[in-house]
């Protein structure tokens, strides 16, 4: 039998493309073990729409993703908190209840790809394998962050 789920913040500034996608990826991949939401220090106020056509494209429903102030969770605990963009990572953060593991993703922003619709796509959908790859790779057992 399972215990609780692993609660995961996932950062970015801007709360609109690499956050959203990993917390999406999360709540999909690990269904049960693990629980993500995600927020930004700057939130942009939108979700990037490449980051819910690249999640589509490749089978995952996005839901309803919107984007949010990592103020909303200020009072929640959370076992694991993520960063995805080296800005975010940088940052003071708020502190969160608990004593939560933190690690850093370092993922390229895919909303500054410029080019041909295919350059941009390629751009997303290298941040969502460089995410989903480390996702894979969560361990199922907490104490091993």
């Known amino acids: 039998m399972q215990g609780k789920p692993i609660n995961v913040l996932v950062l970015c500034t801007g709360n609109s493309c690499r956050s959203i996608m990993a917390e999406t990826l999360i709540n999909a991949l690990r269904p049960g073990r693990y629980r993500a939401v995600s927020a930004g220090s700057h939130p942009t106020g939108y979700v990037h ?6 999640l589509k494209r490749h089978g995952i429903d996005p839901g309803q993703p919107r984007s949010k102030s990592w103020n909303e969770f200020a009072s929640e605990t959370f076992d694991l908190v993520i960063t995805v963009c ?9 502190l969160f209840q608990g004593a939560p593991t933190k690690m850093h993703w370092s993922t390229p922003d895919p909303a500054k790809a410029t080019g041909s619709g295919a350059e941009v796509n390629a751009a997303f959908d290298e941040a969502f394998l460089m995410l989903k790859a480390r996702i894979e790779q969560l361990p199922n057992d907490p104490l091993r962050f």
Do not use: F, V
């Open 86 to 94: 080296d800005q975010a990572a940088g940052e003071s953060c708020p």
């Open 49 to 54: 729409p490449k980051s819910i056509e690249t």
